[in-house]
């Protein structure tokens, strides 16, 4: 029997407590917790991510400020926005939706948000805290996945995992978020000549390579759990994971459903960033020291 994850139901939860949180902040008249998304071009599936994180921001109750850039803006002009928005106190969290264009430095620019509104978690700071084990803001997508596995009590000492994607947004994270639980992590990449014989032995196989249904029953064995990243829009429309859903089903312990399983948690988290950023940056909370 194969339990499938209801991501979409535990994102709510999550996103109801913090609505919980920010009923009080307004009951007392404080700041609103306030999200800036930068977007540059016009990427579709870009504009429906920003679309839903601020939809998500203003169910909560957060104010959502959103910067749309044309597609020939400079890196100059992009970090000079960042710069403001770091110096502008309504401003908690910054995001700065990716890929962004081919002409602009990727790395430039999220090393010029401050590591105090890094929603995201990607600033070099964020990351080596992780990589350290001293984590203050975590990457969303690797963070809402270590959410899902505590829902099903994943006991994380001593299991093999097998991350698939070594990208500085889920793998590499992802592979940090389970080291400093315990696991036993193998990172497979393009160039990973036998995927199969690290992920047949595997605990938990999570996969984040953008590629239809690559994962199947070949791949695994039966008890394992697996957590699908994969957003991929088939030639009919239709919208499919990484992992083969319907050839795992009765033969995994757990698995994750596209849509309804990552995606979801991915938004929560960031909500729940943009408000650790808030508590930070109010005084309220001492968790993130960076002098
Ligand atoms: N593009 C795809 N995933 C993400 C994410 O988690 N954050 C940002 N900023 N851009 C993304």
């Given at each position: 029997m194969t339990s499938v994850i209801d991501g979409k139901l535990i994102a709510q939860k999550t996103l109801d407590q913090i609505k919980k949180q920010i009923d009080k902040i307004k009951y007392y008249n404080q700041k609103i917790p306030t999200l800036s998304v930068v977007l540059v071009g016009n990427n579709p599936a870009s504009l429906v991510y920003v679309e839903n994180k601020k939809r998500a921001c203003i169910s909560v109750g957060m104010k959502s400020i959103e910067i749309l850039l044309p597609e020939d803006t400079t890196t100059t002009l992009l970090q000079n926005t960042i710069i403001k928005l770091n110096t502008n106190?309504?401003?908690?969290g910054i995001l700065v939706q990716l890929p962004?264009?081919?002409?602009?430095d990727s790395k430039i620019i999220i090393d010029t948000i401050s590591p105090k509104k890094d929603v995201d978690g990607f600033h070099k700071y964020n990351i080596g805290a992780l990589a350290l084990n001293s984590p203050t803001i975590c990457p969303c997508t690797p963070h809402g996945i270590i959410t899902l596995l505590d829902s099903i009590n994943f006991n994380y000492p001593g299991k093999s995992a097998v991350v698939i994607g070594s990208s500085n947004i889920v793998g590499r994270p992802m592979m940090l978020e389970l080291l400093n639980r315990g696991c036993t992590v193998t990172v497979c990449n393009s160039k990973t000549a036998n995927i199969t014989s690290f992920t047949k032995n595997a605990d938990l196989v999570i996969v984040a390579i953008g590629k239809p249904k690559f994962l199947n029953k070949q791949h695994i064995s039966s008890n394992t759990i697996i957590i699908d990243v994969g957003i991929n829009r088939l030639p009919n429309g239709k919208i499919c994971g990484d992992v083969d859903f319907e050839d795992m089903i009765d033969i995994v312990k757990y698995i994750t459903p596209v849509p309804g399983g990552v995606g979801p948690m991915t938004i929560a988290t960031l909500i729940s960033n943009t408000l650790i950023c808030y508590n930070h940056n109010q005084n309220k909370e001492k968790i993130i020291q960076y002098e």
């Open positions: 106190a309504d401003v908690d962004l264009p081919k002409h602009i």
